[in-house]
C-alpha cells in the first residue's frame, strides 16, 4: 500500500470518528407489557447465555412463547402496535448499531418475524434515493429508533443516524426522520399519515 493511500485511510478513520453522529441510546427495558395489558414480555437468558424474547398472556406465565433472540447487550426496547398486532424490538449498541425487527401477530401471542422488511436498511436506501445518491448502503453502522405509533396502528415514525463512506466520500445521517408504513414497506415524509386515528369527534 502506498504512503499516500495509508495517509488517506488514516485521516477517513479519523474523519469518520469525529463525525460520528452523538448518541443517547435508551435503557433498556427487559419486561413489560403490551399497550392494552393482555400481553407480557420478558427478557430470558438462555442455557448458553444468549438472550431471548419471551411473551405470555398477562398473569398466565406457564403459556410463555419464545418470540426471538436478541443481543439484550442494555439497548433494548420492545415496541407494540396500539392495537397489538405488531411488535418491532430495537435492539443493538453504540459499536453494533441498533436495528428494527418487525413482527406480524399471528394467534394468542405467537408473533411471526417479517424479515424481509429491512426497516432500518430500507430507510437508509429511501434517504439516499431522496438526495439523488446511489442507493448502495453505505453506512457503517446504523441507528434506527421508533419515535411514535399511529393511532391506528399503520405507520410508525423512525430515527435513523449514522456515517460511514470510503477514502474518496463521506456519508453522515444524523437523527433523520421519516414514516414507514407497515402493511406496505414504503417510506413518507407525510406526517398527516400519522394522525388519520388521532382526531376523534361527534355529538355528546
Known sequence: MSKSSLRGRRLFFVFSVLVAPRLLLPAQQEAGDSPSGAIHYELRKAADDSKEIWLFPKDRKEEAVKLCETPGWGNLVVHFSPDD?????????ASLGVSLRLFRRQQGVRFQEIKEADID??????????????????????????????????????????SGGNEKRYIRLSEWTSVYELGSGKFSFDLKEMNRAALEYGRQ
Do not use: C, M
Open 121 to 162: 436498511g430500507q430507510a437508509e436506501k429511501f434517504a439516499l434515493r431522496e438526495r439523488g445518491l446511489p442507493q448502495n448502503p453505505t453506512l457503517d453502522h446504523r441507528y434506527a429508533a421508533v419515535l411514535a405509533w399511529s393511532a391506528d396502528s399503520k405507520r410508525i415514525l423512525i430515527r435513523l443516524s449514522g
Open 85 to 93: 398486532y405488531w411488535i418491532i424490538v430495537q435492539d443493538g449498541g
